[in-house]
Structure formats: structure tokens, C-alpha cells
């Protein structure tokens, strides 16, 4: 049965629909185009012809796919249907912001570029930009970074360099007319920028090598974490080095001064000691002692076997003068 809504019934429905229309238009960062309001709201008069306005239903339910007998609702129902179907048939018609381009994406992934003010983007395009263009500054950070403070850390940027290559390979190897493909290609570096950045300010911060290990060895642990776990195995190549040479021998070549081992200008067994700030917090005060303890005993028998050996030449030589006479 149709009927006509009551003249205050009729106004809280165009408030609510102006509502429901500049919100629907919000999400996607647009403006409710002018005359369009106005022109829903006609359709909550009662004293429209419906026999136009029937045809618009008609024609905008077909272009949604919909299969209704219009005879079924009444005036106010065939109303709402229109405008549902509209706002679909709008959502269709604007811009994907997956294919929004027209940003020049490479450029702002290397740091050559800044993002443009101009142009208008959505909410979801503006931050999507921002994250490359962030990502762009830490690449260029890292890829004019040269000089280590310690041998651990040029190491450690053997890591980075290997790192930017495959972001490079990456980017260059994505198309960038394409704005959601791009950023999903190269998201995972984000994480990845982000904690070889962090990382990198413990080697400018303070001396000791393996710093940054108090905050990230639990992440170390974990067996997907192969970034952490590459930049811990580059970064202890010099200090297994320095362990096996004073291990094995009792000296040990230090030129970044960054083993926790140091030589000092006193007698032979008290001539080598342990500097605590830059011992490794995986390497106990006790097991330090046991390490410095056998260098000095490896030190003391190769001091010994040159003494012998020296011993040795000279009595041989004292032996061939004697037997020349």
C-alpha cells in the first residue's frame, strides 16, 4: 500500500540522507558534487511524478545487476533503492586509488624527488606516498654512508650495501603506473630500513660493537628474522678473528680498538687485561676471564718456544765454533 510521509517525517529524512551522502563522499576524500543533493532530495517530495522517477529506478537497478519487481515497494522504499544504487554507481565511477599515478613513484622511492603538494590525493594515496618517499630519504642515507666508526660496523655496512641492492633490483624492476602495486612490492623494506636504521645509530652512539643486541637478541632467536640474524653473523667476523688469533696464539691484531681484550704497557702476565664497556653482553664476566686466562698461557708457550728455539740455535752455534778450532 503507498502512502506520503507526514511534512516533519519528510524533513528528518533529508537530513538524514545530506548526512548519509557527505559521509559516503568523506571516505573517499571527495566533495559532494553540486546539484547532486538536491537532486536526491527530490525524490523525498510526495508530490513528485513517479512515473519519471520509477524509470530511474529502473534504469539504475540494471546498472547494478538487480532483478526487482518496482511495483513491490512503496513510494519511500523506491526512494532509498535509488539512492543506494546511485552512491554504487558513483563508487564505480570514481578513480581507483590503485591506479591514481601521475607521481613520479621511483623518483620518490630513491630520495630524488619530493612529494608533490599539488596534486590531490586521497587520505590512502597521501600516506602511501609518504611511505615511499620516507623510505626513499633512509636509502639515500645509507647509500652516501661510507666510513665506519669500527671494523664491526663496516661490516655491518657490507650489510646495508646488500641490502640497497635489492631494494634497487626491486624498484627498478616494478612498474610504477601503479600506485598499490608499487607500495606492496616494496613494503617488506620498510621494516627492513627501519631496523638497519635503529641498528646503525647504536655503532654512532657507543663503542661497543654488539649494543644494539640488548634490545634486538630476542628477535635474534627467532627463525624468520633473517635480516637480524645476517647482520649479527657479518658483524662478528672480526671478533671471531681476534678471538681465534688470541686464543691461539696470544696476540691479536685490534686497529679499530674494539675487542674487549687491550695490552697495556705493564710485565708480561698482567700486560693484558679486560676492558668491560666494550665486552659483548652475550660474553659473561667470568667466561672473559677464562678467555683472557688462556690467551696469556698461549702467549706464555709461544714466548717460551722462542726462548727454547733461541736457546737451542745459540748452543748449536757456540758447538760448530767450538769443533772449528
Known amino acids: 500500500m503507498k502512502h506520503e510521509l507526514h511534512p516533519k517525517q519528510e524533513s528528518q529524512l533529508k537530513q538524514k540522507l545530506e548526512i548519509l551522502v557527505k559521509e559516503y563522499f568523506s571516505i573517499y576524500n571527495r566533495d559532494v558534487p553540486n546539484g547532486l543533493l538536491n537532486y536526491l532530495q527530490l525524490y523525498l517530495e510526495p508530490t513528485i511524478e513517479m512515473k519519471l522517477c520509477q524509470n530511474d529506478i529502473l534504469n539504475i537497478t540494471k546498472q547494478c545487476n538487480l532483478k526487482i519487481d518496482i511495483n513491490e515497494f512503496d513510494p519511500t522504499h523506491q526512494k532509498i533503492l535509488y539512492v543506494l544504487c546511485k552512491m554504487r554507481t558513483i563508487s564505480r565511477e570514481r578513480p581507483r586509488f ?3 599515478y601521475k607521481i613520479p613513484l621511483k623518483k620518490l622511492a630513491f630520495g630524488l624527488e619530493n612529494p608533490s603538494t599539488n ?3 586521497t587520505i590512502q594515496e597521501t600516506e602511501i606516498v609518504q611511505f615511499i618517499f620516507h ?3 633512509t636509502y639515500q ?5 661510507t666510513d665506519g666508526t669500527s671494523m664491526a660496523h663496516l661490516h655491518y655496512l657490507k650489510t646495508v650495501k646488500d641490502e640497497i641492492r635489492n631494494y634497487e633490483m626491486t624498484v627498478l624492476n616494478t612498474e610504477d603506473n601503479n600506485i598499490l602495486h608499487f607500495y606492496i612490492k616494496i613494503k617488506p623494506f620498510f621494516k627492513r630500513f627501519s631496523l638497519l636504521s635503529q641498528i646503525n645509530s647504536h655503532f654512532l652512539e657507543t663503542r661497543n660493537p654488539f649494543n644494539f643486541l640488548r634490545i634486538y637478541h630476542k628477535n635474534f632467536l627467532r627463525q ?3 635480516l637480524l640474524y645476517k647482520i649479527v653473523s657479518n658483524c662478528t667476523t672480526q671478533l671471531n678473528e681476534n678471538l681465534n688469533e688470541w686464543l691461539r696464539s696470544g696476540q691479536f691484531t685490534d686497529y679499530g680498538k674494539e675487542f674487549f681484550i687491550t695490552k697495556n704497557d ?3 702476565w698482567i700486560s693484558y687485561s679486560i676492558e668491560s664497556e666494550i665486552l659483548p653482553f652475550f660474553i659473561s664476566q667470568d667466561i672473559a676471564k677464562e678467555i683472557l686466562y688462556i690467551g696469556k698461557a698461549s702467549n706464555l708457550i709461544r714466548q717460551v718456544k722462542l726462548y727454547y728455539e733461541q736457546f737451542t740455535e745459540n ?3 757456540e758447538k760448530k765454533d767450538n769443533n772449528t778450532f
Open 98 to 100: 590503485s591506479y591514481f
Open 119 to 121: 596534486q590531490k590525493n
Open 135 to 137: 623510505n626513499g630519504q
Open 141 to 145: 642515507k645509507f647509500k652516501n654512508m
Open 224 to 226: 624468520d628474522n633473517s
Open 266 to 268: 705493564q710485565a708480561f
Open 315 to 317: 748452543l748449536t752455534s
